[in-house]
């Protein structure tokens, strides 16, 4: 009799452990920041996405800075997202609100136009230096 309910004892273990294992989604839907400023940005972050391994959709925003992604989860995870937007120099600040901030070198790859870090080339690309000059 000790035996039996052993047995049973450990197959409900068995399955209440299987039970509360996390089930990843086919076509997770996620949304995060990434920051940029023009149509050239906008190709870079999405084509990294896109390179992806179970990323399937992927649509920056320029005025928002909203990066939404379709991935499978069974196959890559947000982190491994990020990180190939980070290695082609674009800062992301990520679901939890942290801010994950690109290599120097990286950074620096990136064409001068696209310099999303500097001031003066944000005011360039919002038409606030012609402002400027005017005054």
Not at 30 to 42: N, P, R, S, Y
Not at 44 to 58: D, M, N, P
Not at 60 to 77: M, P, S, Y
Not at 120 to 131: A, P, S, T, Y
Request: proline share 1%; aromatic share 6%.
């Amino acid at each position: 009799m000790e035996k039996i309910i052993f047995v049973f004892s450990l197959l409900m273990i068995g399955f209440s452990t299987q039970s509360q294992e996390i089930k990843k989604k086919k076509n997770a839907k996620v949304t995060f920041e990434v920051d940029g400023i023009c149509g050239m940005c906008k190709k870079r972050i999405e084509t990294a996405a896109l390179k992806t391994r179970g990323v399937k959709f992927a649509i920056w925003d320029v005025k928002t800075h909203q990066l939404n992604i379709i991935l499978d989860e069974r196959k890559t995870a947000v982190s491994d997202v990020q990180k190939n937007i980070l290695e082609v120099g674009h800062d992301v600040i990520g679901i939890d609100k942290k801010k994950l901030l690109a290599e120097e070198e990286a950074y620096n790859s990136v064409h001068p136009c696209c310099k999303y870090r500097d001031e003066e080339i944000l005011l360039d690309h919002e038409g606030g230096l012609k402002k400027q000059k005017k005054q």
